[in-house]
């Protein structure tokens, strides 16, 4: 059974930075693709980055470049997203997946950014 459990939400100012974390187990996870998601209340489920399981490759949704950075330890069978300069909008529970939909994710971590 692929558990995935993510931490490291939390509140935070207006350009702080967060990093989370997400636990993976019950599936191949050194040669899986991971990705990271989030979604507010009343939208859908929103790409926010993706690390292959290769040579690490990663690609970022726009509002994420140059902002957060995606990472993964296979050793631990984690994978973190670390977020620098947080904004308002980044207001949202984010979770990690094993597809680009969100459709196989954890319980999440909520990031609240605000003042």
């Known amino acids: 059974e692929v558990q995935l459990v993510e931490s490291g939400g939390g509140l935070v100012q207006p350009g702080g930075s967060l990093t989370l974390s997400c636990a993976a187990s019950?599936?191949?996870?050194?040669?899986?693709?991971m990705y990271w998601v989030r979604q507010t209340p009343g939208k859908e489920i929103e790409w926010v980055s993706v690390?292959?399981?290769?040579?690490?490759?990663?690609f970022y949704e726009d509002f994420a470049k140059g902002r957060f950075t995606i990472s993964r330890d296979n050793a631990k069978n984690t994978v973190e997203l670390q977020m620098n300069d947080l904004k308002v909008e980044d207001t949202a529970m984010y979770f990690c997946?094993?597809?680009?939909?969100?459709?196989?994710r954890g319980q999440g971590t909520q990031v609240t950014v605000s003042s």
């Open positions: 997946a094993t597809d680009v939909s969100g459709n196989v």
């Open positions: 019950g599936f191949e996870f050194s040669t899986s693709p």
């Open positions: 690390i292959n399981s290769g040579r690490q490759a990663t």
